[in-house]
């Protein structure tokens, strides 16, 4: 930190006089501020005078001051005036109008128009920061030893170590909703989905930024019945966690498997895929979870462009760590309640609660310290019902939470655990529907799905290997020789039910023939008279194409609005569906 004559040098020359009267030194006779202040810098490192403005000082101003030096000596402004006032800015004629040394209006300023205090800037990583600070030189001097405990006996003086707060456990919790891996399956068929449709990606209006991704609502909307556990911000979140571990890539505004590095994961153990799963999300920058909270809607521009999740993520896996009970049900309130009196400005940089433009559903601007609860209580909330719980890391129920085992050990609270695996073969039926249990290897799945017509999520999965998904497994070049060998060996080497070997021999040269079909509008009448009368007449004849019998003939796709109105006029009553 600066030393007392730089800090005093860029001060405000108009708190030199007060400053010369607290600390006792005689301006009269000197000719500018300079030298007021080489005269003020030699008074306030003088030891004797730095006690007896100490001993000015009353209990509740002496313990912001403790608290400041405590914090190394340096604290950000707006959290420093958050905690103990506002430090008034006035002009030379207000400071001798108000005399703040003697009618501070908050402990902040008494401690600043004391000189005890100095305001300036320090360069971070995130840019310039405001902050209040007690020059080094002048805190050597500083009898920080006198406590208003100072005559009391050792054991009768309070513990100077901030106790922690530990969070209590609750005996039980109600509507509780357990933690399960069933990420890994759903990011599996997303995993698929994916190889297979190349889907379009979509940039939430919220996010404004292109590492914000989300499917196209066609694609959500096709991959919500396939889900063990449906809804879109879910299926968002698998998104990102694809992204950040490097599973998926964007390109060319599409989804695209990365193939070597989604074969590694799909081949892991379940319990190694969630821990890859659970780190990739600690340390993304790509799904930034402020802007999935349900109810907030950042907008780009100030301090919010320089957001950095992952190390919100991990203050927070910090928090949980230090104040959760490891195996027991504990209060989600009490722990968001906990985090705002010992460390509330963990994602704010400086303690900055005014340059962020979040607004929330009302379309209000969510500002100050005072939205605190509906920003940073509401993300603590969100990380826990939603990532955390969707990984698999904690158990949830009414205003509860407990760490699973996956949880502690995610926390660095235990070891991974690597429960054994028995897995399972599919079961391939006669009509050529594959059930496939979750046990089965998720490697084995994603090659189901990529030659099968996808049916329904559950355990088990369901998929029919029918002439559409053959027909689709050619386009990826997957042969029905890979297929065959493929179905033989996830069996155990059965042989295959005699009428699926004989589709898979039928389509083995590729198809035979190709035919189209198509959805036609027929006009049919009473009588073959009547569409006699029809077909004959030219201003009636233009709108119909082929003749399918006696009473029957094609319409064309385009012109039957025109037709019916044609009939109408020809005094031919017209029944239509359409």
Same mark, same amino acid.
């Not at 405001?130 to 006198?146: C, F, G, Q, R, S």
């Not at 704010?348 to 509906?374: K, M, Q, T, V």
């Not at 603590?380 to 407990?402: C, F, I, K, N, S």
């Given at each position: 930190?600066?030393?007392?004559?730089?800090?005093?040098?860029?001060?405000?020359?108009?708190?030199?006089?007060?400053?010369?009267?607290?600390?006792?030194?005689?301006?009269?006779?000197?000719?500018?501020?300079?030298?007021?202040?080489?005269?003020?810098?030699?008074?306030?490192?003088?030891?004797?005078?730095?006690?007896?403005?100490?001993?000015?000082?009353?209990?509740?101003?002496?313990?912001?001051?403790?608290?400041?030096?405590?914090?190394?000596?340096?604290?950000?402004?707006?959290?420093?005036?958050?905690?103990?006032?506002?430090?008034?800015?006035?002009?030379?004629?207000?400071?001798?109008?108000?005399?703040?040394?003697?009618?501070?209006?908050?402990?902040?300023?008494?401690?600043?128009?004391?000189?005890?205090?100095?305001?300036?800037?320090?360069?971070?990583?995130?840019?310039?920061?405001?902050?209040?600070?007690?020059?080094?030189?002048?805190?050597?001097?500083?009898?920080?030893?006198?406590?208003?405990?100072?005559?009391?006996?050792?054991?009768?003086?309070?513990?100077?170590?901030?106790?922690?707060?530990?969070?209590?456990?609750?005996?039980?919790?109600?509507?509780?909703?357990?933690?399960?891996?069933?990420?890994?399956?759903?990011?599996?068929?997303?995993?698929?989905?994916?190889?297979?449709?190349?889907?379009?990606?979509?940039?939430?209006?919220?996010?404004?930024?292109?590492?914000?991704?989300?499917?196209?609502?066609?694609?959500?909307?096709?991959?919500?019945?396939?889900?063990?556990?449906?809804?879109?911000?879910?299926?968002?979140?698998?998104?990102?966690?694809?992204?950040?571990?490097?599973?998926?890539?964007?390109?060319?505004?599409?989804?695209?498997?990365?193939?070597?590095?989604?074969?590694?994961?799909?081949?892991?153990?379940?319990?190694?895929?969630?821990?890859?799963?659970?780190?990739?999300?600690?340390?993304?920058?790509?799904?930034?979870?402020?802007?999935?909270?349900?109810?907030?809607?950042?907008?780009?521009?100030?301090?919010?462009?320089?957001?950095?999740?992952?190390?919100?993520?991990?203050?927070?896996?910090?928090?949980?760590?230090?104040?959760?009970?490891?195996?027991?049900?504990?209060?989600?309130?009490?722990?968001?309640?906990?985090?705002?009196?010992?460390?509330?400005?963990?994602?704010?940089?400086?303690?900055?609660?005014?340059?962020?433009?979040?607004?929330?559903?009302?379309?209000?601007?969510?500002?100050?310290?005072?939205?605190?609860?509906?920003?940073?209580?509401?993300?603590?909330?969100?990380?826990?019902?939603?990532?955390?719980?969707?990984?698999?890391?904690?158990?949830?129920?009414?205003?509860?939470?407990?760490?699973?085992?996956?949880?502690?050990?995610?926390?660095?609270?235990?070891?991974?655990?690597?429960?054994?695996?028995?897995?399972?073969?599919?079961?391939?039926?006669?009509?050529?529907?594959?059930?496939?249990?979750?046990?089965?290897?998720? +490697?084995?799945?994603?090659? $189901?799905?990529? =030659?099968? @017509?996808?049916?329904?999520?559950?355990? !088990?999965?369901?998929? /029919? *290997?029918?002439?559409?998904?053959?027909?689709?497994?050619?386009?990826?070049? +997957?042969?029905?020789?890979? $297929?065959?060998? =493929?179905? @033989?060996?996830?069996?155990?080497?059965? !042989?295959?039910?005699? /009428? *699926?070997?004989?589709?898979?021999?039928?389509?083995?040269?590729?198809?035979?023939?190709?035919?189209?079909?198509?959805?036609?509008?027929?006009?049919?009448?009473?009588?073959?008279?009547?569409?006699?009368?029809?077909?004959?007449?030219?201003?009636?004849?233009?709108?119909?194409?082929?003749?399918?019998?006696?009473?029957?003939?094609?319409?064309?796709?385009?012109?039957?609005?025109?037709?019916?109105?044609?009939?109408?006029?020809?005094?031919?009553?017209?029944?239509?569906?359409?």
């Amino acid at each position: 930190m600066p030393n007392i004559n730089r800090a005093l040098r860029e001060s405000d020359t108009a708190i030199l006089p007060i400053l010369a009267g607290v600390w006792g030194v005689n301006v009269d006779k000197l000719m500018d501020s300079g030298e007021i202040i080489d005269a003020l810098s030699k008074a306030m490192l003088n030891s004797d005078r730095a006690e007896r403005v100490w001993g000015l000082l009353d209990e509740k101003q002496r313990g912001a001051l403790f608290m400041l030096i405590g914090a190394g000596a340096k604290m950000p402004t707006p959290k420093f005036e958050r905690l103990f006032g506002e430090i008034r800015r006035m002009g030379a004629a207000q400071i001798e109008r108000e005399r703040p040394d003697k009618n501070p209006s908050s402990l902040a300023e008494a401690l600043y128009y004391y000189g005890l205090i100095a305001q300036g800037y320090e360069n971070t990583g995130k840019g310039s920061s405001a902050i209040v600070y007690v020059p080094d030189d002048l805190l050597k001097v500083l009898p920080t030893h006198k406590t208003q405990y100072e005559h009391l006996d050792d054991e009768d003086a309070p513990d100077e170590e901030a106790e922690s707060i530990a969070i209590e456990s609750m005996p039980n919790a109600t509507s509780v909703r357990a933690a399960d891996t069933s990420a890994v399956d759903d990011l599996t068929t997303l995993l698929a989905y994916i190889q297979l449709q190349t889907p379009a990606l979509d940039l939430d209006q919220r996010m404004q930024q292109l590492s914000d991704y989300r499917l196209v609502q066609e694609d959500r909307d096709a991959l919500a019945p396939l889900l063990l556990t449906p809804g879109e911000e879910r299926l968002t979140f698998l998104l990102g966690l694809g992204l950040a571990a490097g599973l998926v890539e964007a390109r060319g505004g599409h989804a695209h498997t990365q193939r070597a590095e989604a074969r590694r994961w799909l081949e892991a153990p379940r319990a190694d895929q969630i821990r890859r799963l659970a780190e990739a999300w600690r340390d993304s920058r790509v799904y930034r979870d402020l802007w999935h909270v349900p109810g907030l809607y950042p907008e780009p521009g100030g301090a919010l462009d320089s957001y950095d999740p992952a190390v919100v993520r991990q203050a927070v896996a910090g928090f949980l760590a230090d104040l959760v009970p490891g195996q027991a049900w504990w209060s989600m309130d009490a722990f968001i309640g906990a985090v705002k009196e010992t460390d509330p400005d963990f994602q704010r940089p400086g303690g900055d609660y005014d340059s962020w433009y979040i607004r929330n559903e009302e379309g209000d601007y969510l500002e100050g310290f005072e939205s605190w609860d509906a920003v940073e209580g509401a993300l603590l909330e969100y990380t826990l019902l939603g990532p955390m719980h969707w990984l698999g890391l904690v158990d949830v129920g009414d205003d509860a939470a407990r760490l699973t085992v996956f949880g502690r050990a995610f926390l660095n609270l235990a070891s991974w655990p690597n429960p054994p695996e028995a897995p399972e073969k599919i079961t391939l039926r006669e009509d050529g529907t594959l059930l496939v249990s979750r046990k089965v290897p998720r +490697i084995d799945r994603f090659q $189901i799905a990529r =030659f099968t @017509t996808w049916f329904s999520a559950g355990d !088990p999965y369901t998929y /029919k *290997l029918d002439p559409r998904g053959i027909a689709r497994a050619g386009a990826q070049g +997957i042969s029905v020789g890979h $297929i065959t060998a =493929f179905l @033989t060996k996830a069996t155990g080497d059965q !042989p295959l039910p005699p /009428k *699926l070997a004989q589709l898979l021999e039928t389509w083995r040269a590729g198809p035979t023939t190709t035919v189209s079909m198509e959805r036609l509008l027929i006009l049919r009448t009473t009588s073959p008279e009547v569409l006699d009368k029809i077909w004959e007449s030219p201003a009636l004849r233009r709108y119909l194409g082929a003749r399918l019998g006696e009473m029957a003939v094609i319409v064309r796709a385009d012109q039957w609005e025109a037709l019916r109105d044609a009939l109408g006029e020809q005094g031919i009553q017209v029944d239509t569906p359409i």
